[in-house]
């Protein structure tokens, strides 16, 4: 129950962060090389959205717009090689560089599980929650009403989705996430006269964690496993055929 409560709590994730705290608690010098070159490049990104942004700020011809840069990255690793503590120094510096900037944009967490969410921390949330995608619900490609201003609103000012243990993430349920984010940014597509055929979950960056060694997706088809057919995967995989096929 306790956890549950820090899952939902998305307060950490908007409340401002204090420039020593970030710099005394997830210093650079704490990473190995490796891991710093990943931080480097993921601050590389924010900056280059900060000078966008600021671009746009000031065109308002819609033809002169620049486009935000697309990350798209995995960090990945074994059990205990760093990718908390890699992406908790990435999250926080990349917050304070947005705040110091003055950009009211968000960054979203998610985990497959409860636990793993809890453990990230900062209002992470479960992907199921994040996506409105429920294991034991039909799929709706298009929410309706309340549900669908909820998306909206929710991913309105999201420039950046991190996905924590992505190896629970099957094929379906990574085409989902697409559509959801589809529709989520139809606006976004819509005010920059922008076809959305051409562009995935989104058009929002995107980091994957985890370990596709470690534990499979459930009663999905793993993300990289391109042997199943429709012939020969399980019975009750079938009727997510399409989706994982488009995953």
Known sequence: ???????????????????????????????????????????????????????????????????????RSYLGGSAG????????????????????????????LTAYTGVAAFNIGFGAKTACSAFRIFPNAAFKKELKGNQFRDLEKQWENVVLLIVDEVSFIGRAFFHRMHCRLQQAKRAFFAERGLDPEKYHFGDISMILVGDVGQLEPIEDVSICDDEPTYATCPKPLWKLWGHAQAG
Do not use: C, I
């Open 81 to 108: 090689s760093g990718k908390s503590t890699t992406l908790r120094t990435v999250l926080q510096h990349l917050r304070l560089l947005f705040q110091k900037e003055g950009l009211k944009v968000a960054v979203e």
């Open 1 to 71: 129950a306790k956890g549950a409560g820090m899952v939902s709590d998305e307060s950490a994730l908007t409340a401002a962060v204090v420039e020593e705290e970030v710099v005394r608690d997830f210093a650079f010098e704490k990473l190995d090389p490796t891991q710093r070159v990943f931080a480097d490049r993921v601050l590389a990104w924010g900056r280059e959205l900060v000078s966008a942004y600021k671009h746009n700020a000031t065109v308002r011809d819609r033809k002169k717009l620049k486009r935000v840069p697309l990350l």
